[in-house]
């Protein structure tokens, strides 16, 4: 099928000549209806003139086109757009092709031959595509051409001016790109190489000849057109040739040592590694490009590899002799740990946090007005004094170390932690105590800001087949697990990670090869790697954390748990949940075992909120939760006048994958009003059933209620009339 542009309307900027001619031709002899915009300038700039523009719109009309000239400069760019929705009413593409020379060496370059160019094509680019940008957005759609120059992508003598202007033209476009994506606005470059009046004098007349125009426009004419959907390309074409661009970057090198200033000579001495392009990568995003340069922060600014490993999988080793005296009370050599908002918010991810659940975002987001670290954030300085490699230099302490299980962890925090700043860990030997099968060291970690201790850890590790050295059995200084009341969990919470749950975890800081090598977790006696106890840890910890303290890190003072056996990335964790005054107990399992993978486990909160019993929450909460607290606090604060205004018991049902997920009931009728969850036992005046989702829709105030209702998204039981008021109670929650 040949690529119709009937009903389409183009603008191509200085169309009276050259390529932009070609373009205005060919746009049109396919249907389109053409807005040929030509100042009718010199090649420097001077001069202007009506005929350029006219010559081609007569052109296209006498072959049965449809075309309107205009004269305005690109600097004048809305009243280009006019033109096009004066003639034709909308504009679909826009072809910014309209361009001057100014050649000089750059040290005689004026500021008229500087300016002149930057405004021609950058400027007056920026200006014809802004006053068409919201035409395109709204009507969902919009193609947008950039023209660059290979002068510009690898520079050329006496073109400073103009290098700098096309290759500013290339940076608009890719952030056009991104920006116009979800409205199917694209945006793409070319770098055109064509014999024309610019040409001419720098290309011998065979070339000039052979380059045609037309050879040029096809390119356009194809990425101009709603088919296709290549966006943010950079391309390099003439002659009937046409190549994709791209950025590649070597491999590079991280130059800094940890705790060592970088300097000037580790630059030079890396030069070549930094400049070797084998293997080189070819980032296509901010963020991929970014995230290879943050990758490197965790390995810099912790240390070690000796992992996690919740298992009892390894052999009984006999390489090893204890001596107790000897080793409690060693101190590990201290440790800094160097942290900002990104080691935050990747742990956070790590542990499974996501911004489908609005009030994961307080973690997620650095701009958010209460952005946070969570709790158990505070393993990640302190475990660094346990990977260094510290505890292999402790005198009479020789044992395997690659038969080191992290067996068991407590943290607690004295304050909630910062979300960026230097942290120092110093990490003594508690206790050993004597197993049989193993050793169990403990190691107590504090963790300093400046002066002040802001948390405490205690990693107990398994050296498998290190007992037997007649030690004592059990100590005072191990904080120990406490099994779960006898009784049916008041909360369950039960979300899956991800397949890659491990591959992210690691990042911040546990490199131990079981958890993201197949080879080496085979050698382990597992299947595939494992995910960190930790990072199951972090799961447990946060579930707890939204169920009873309201996502509030000030609430949390500490955590304890068992690691009772591995997990794999992709399984669900189902955290069971008791509350006994200010401890939660919880136990994690494995949804699609049963496997109790975190046993004996609590967290102690400060004051716990009054969480609601029998909740059981999937898949990482409901958005609508945030909205019924909000709308519980604004009954306390105001109840009896929204009692006064409605007079009325609403019941919601709010549904996830089609089942009932939540029931609320918002009684505005008795007393000074009450928030109730769970079944209620009075009768509601009205029942609304609604999904999750359009629940948020509709509070959101993208979807009417009553258009919810027609559509079957919102079913109404009992007093219909009442669904009026509706709006007064959740009109002002649009702002969440
Ligand atoms: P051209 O000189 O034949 O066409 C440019 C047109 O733009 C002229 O008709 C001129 O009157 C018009 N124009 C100049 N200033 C204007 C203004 N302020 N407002 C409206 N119209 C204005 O040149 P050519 O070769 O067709 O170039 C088209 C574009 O392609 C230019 O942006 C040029 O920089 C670019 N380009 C061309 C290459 C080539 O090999 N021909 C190589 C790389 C880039």
Redesign the pocket.
């Known amino acids: 099928m040949s690529l119709s542009f009937e009903g389409r309307v183009v603008l191509v ?10 373009y205005a031709l060919a746009f049109a002899a396919r249907g389109a209806s053409v807005v040929v ?7 420097k ?1 001077g001069g202007k ?1 009506s005929a ?2 006219d010559t081609v719109v007569e052109e296209i009309r006498a072959k049965g086109g449809k075309a309107v000239a205009n ?6 760019g809305e009243k ?1 757009i006019q033109s096009a929705l004066d003639a034709f009413g909308r504009i679909d593409v826009v072809v ?6 100014r050649d000089r060496s750059f040290a005689r370059t004026s500021d008229l031959d500087w300016d002149l160019i930057q ?3 950058l400027r ?1 680019s920026f200006l014809v595509t802004r006053a068409a940008w919201n035409h395109m957005k709204n009507q969902k759609f919009g193609r947008i051409i950039m ?5 510009g992508i690898y520079g050329n003598f006496g073109q400073a001016n ?1 290098s700098a202007a ?1 290759l500013g033209m290339l940076g608009l476009s890719n952030t056009l790109a991104i920006e116009g994506s979800k409205y199917n606005v694209h945006c793409n470059t ?10 001419e004098n720098i ?1 011998t007349p065979d070339l000039v000849a052979s ?1 045609k ?1 037309e050879y ?1 426009a096809p390119l356009v004419l194809w990425l101009c057109h709603e088919q296709c959907q290549e966006n943010g390309g950079l391309f390099e074409l ?1 002659g009937g040739w046409i190549g994709k661009l791209r950025w590649e970057r070597s491999q590079g090198c991280t130059v800094r040592k940890k705790n060592q200033p970088m300097t000037p000579e580790a630059v030079r001495d890396q030069w070549d590694k930094i400049c070797d392009f084998t293997n080189a990568i070819k980032p296509t995003s901010l963020q991929e490009s970014f995230q290879s340069v943050v990758s490197v922060l965790p390995q810099l600014d912790s240390e070690g590899d000796i992992g996690t490993n919740p298992t009892a999988a390894a052999a009984a080793s006999s390489a090893s002799s204890i001596n107790p005296s000897e080793v409690v009370g060693q101190k590990l050599p201290p440790t800094t740990f160097s942290f900002d908002h990104i080691q935050c918010i990747l742990y956070a991810l790590g542990v499974g946090m996501s911004t489908k659940d609005p009030d994961h975002l307080r973690f997620l987001y650095e701009g958010h007005e209460s952005f946070s670290c969570l709790p158990t954030f505070g393993v990640i300085p302190a475990q660094a004094a346990m990977m260094g490699g510290g505890l292999s230099s402790i005198p009479g302490l020789d044992i395997d170390f690659t038969q080191v299980l992290h067996g068991e962890q407590y943290l607690e925090l004295y304050k909630p932690l910062p979300t960026s700043g230097t942290l120092t860990s110093e990490a003594t030997i508690a206790d050993i105590l004597d197993k049989g099968s193993g050793a169990l060291i403990l190691l107590d970690v504090n963790t300093f800001n400046g002066n002040e201790l802001i948390c405490y850890n205690q990693f107990s590790v398994f050296a498998v087949g290190a007992g037997g050295f007649g030690g004592k059995r059990t100590s005072e200084k191990a904080k120990a697990p406490v099994p779960p009341p006898k009784r049916a969990p008041d909360a369950v919470v039960i979300d899956s990670t991800t397949r890659d749950q491990a591959a992210l975890y690691r990042l911040s800081g546990d490199w131990n090869p079981l958890h993201i090598d197949p080879s080496f977790a085979a050698m382990g006696g597992f299947k595939a790697p494992i995910l960190h106890g930790l990072c199951s840890f972090g799961f447990a910890a946060r579930h707890v954390l939204k169920q009873f303290a309201d996502n509030d890190p000030s609430r949390f003072k500490a955590i304890k748990v068992r690691f009772a056996k591995p997990v794999m990335p992709g399984q669900s964790l189902q955290t069971e949940m008791w509350k006994e005054g200010n401890r939660i107990h919880i136990q994690c399992k494995v949804k699609e075992t049963e496997a109790v993978v975190l046993a004996g486990a609590y967290v102690d909160l400060h004051g716990t909120s009054e969480a609601s019993p029998e909740t059981v929450t999937q898949a990482g909460g409901l958005q609508s939760e945030l909205v019924f607290a909000e709308i519980g606090r604004r009954i306390k604060d105001v109840g009896s006048e929204l009692v006064k205004k409605v007079n009325a018991v609403f019941g919601w049902e709010i549904t996830n994958d089609g089942k009932t997920a939540a029931q609320w009931t918002i009684d505005l009728k008795n007393g000074s009003g009450s928030l109730h969850k769970g079944p209620y036992s009075g009768k509601a005046d009205v029942t609304f059933t609604v999904s999750d989702e359009d629940f948020m829709e509709v509070v959101q105030g993208k979807l009417n209620p009553q258009k919810a209702f027609f559509s079957g998204k919102l079913k109404v039981k009992g007093n219909i009339m009442l669904s009026q008021k509706l709006e007064v109670i959740l009109k002002d929650y649009a702002k969440l």
């Open positions: 900027t200085g169309a009276g000549g050259g390529l932009g001619r070609e915009n030509d100042l009718g300038t010199d090649t700039g003139s350029a523009a004269y305005d400069s690109v600097e004048d280009l910014n092709n309209a361009g001057i020379l405004r021609i094509h007056g023209t660059a120059s290979a002068a103009y096309k070319i770098a055109p190489l064509a014999g024309s009046r610019l040409t290309m380059l125009s040029v003439g």
